[in-house]
């Protein structure tokens, strides 16, 4: 399985933006590139994904590079309610045994 | 909207009692999934279901058998409880193998 490689540590301060970067350098094609976060105590929640080109939501944006073997998650102005970890994930959509395989994360911290 | 709901939200056992995790979703989702969590670990997938009547091993599925005779719940059950399956477990649904995962707030088992 292809693997992501992240900061185990990121900080920010409330209302600045935050880049949150993954690598990815053994993508295959067919991998999405899923975004989730955890918050204390909590399940994860999907936050935005991907396959090649930039994505938007409400949350947050997904810039891949063009390569595909690196991607950012931008949350736009942080706030006290990101501070999460945030795991980058790929999923291949080949087949029926899609599986997200989570590593450790980068726990960000939004300083106020 | 419950979404995703997991019962017990808590649990104490002893070693070699058995016990069962139930696993209801409210979105008519095909895949369903049972994850995982150790202190300062991402999640481990330990088994999933494509559908009602399916199940499938995922990264760490010994010592854990599931069942989905319903298309709305997933049970994981605990035949002979062991001091390292003291854990949180999340359960998952998603509408397509390659959709967003919905995940329920945890169940968290310790064994003694």
């Known amino acids: 399985d292809a693997k992501t490689t992240q900061p185990n540590s990121m900080e920010s301060n409330e209302e600045e933006p935050v880049h949150l970067p993954c690598n990815h350098s053994t993508i295959s094609g067919t991998d999405y590139i899923h975004w989730y976060r955890q918050l204390p105590s909590q399940g994860p929640e999907y936050v935005i994904h991907?396959?090649?080109s930039n994505v938007n939501n409400r949350m947050a944006s997904l810039a891949i590079a063009e390569d595909r073997k690196s991607s950012t998650l931008i949350l736009h102005r942080a706030t006290l309610r990101d501070a999460a970890v945030y795991y980058c994930?790929?999923?291949?959509?080949?087949?029926?045994?899609?599986?997200?395989?989570f590593g450790k994360g980068t726990l960000l911290t939004v300083n106020p | 909207n419950a979404g995703v709901t997991q019962t017990p939200k808590f649990r104490v056992l002893k070693t070699g009692q058995s016990m069962t995790l139930l696993c209801a979703q409210d979105?008519?989702?095909?895949?369903m999934y049972w994850y995982r969590q150790d202190p300062g670990m991402g999640l481990r997938l330990i088994h999933y279901s494509v559908g009602e009547g399916t199940t499938a091993k995922g990264e760490v599925p010994d010592g854990y058998n599931v069942s989905r005779l319903k298309k709305q719940n997933f049970l994981l059950g605990l035949e002979s409880a062991a001091p390292s399956q003291t854990s949180v477990y999340f359960c998952a649904s998603a509408d397509t193998h390659h959709q967003p995962q919905h995940f329920g707030d945890g169940t968290r088992l310790s064994i003694l």
């Open positions: 991907g396959l090649t």
């Open positions: 979105m008519n989702h095909e895949y």
């Open positions: 994930i790929l999923g291949n959509s080949g087949g029926s045994n899609y599986k997200l395989t």
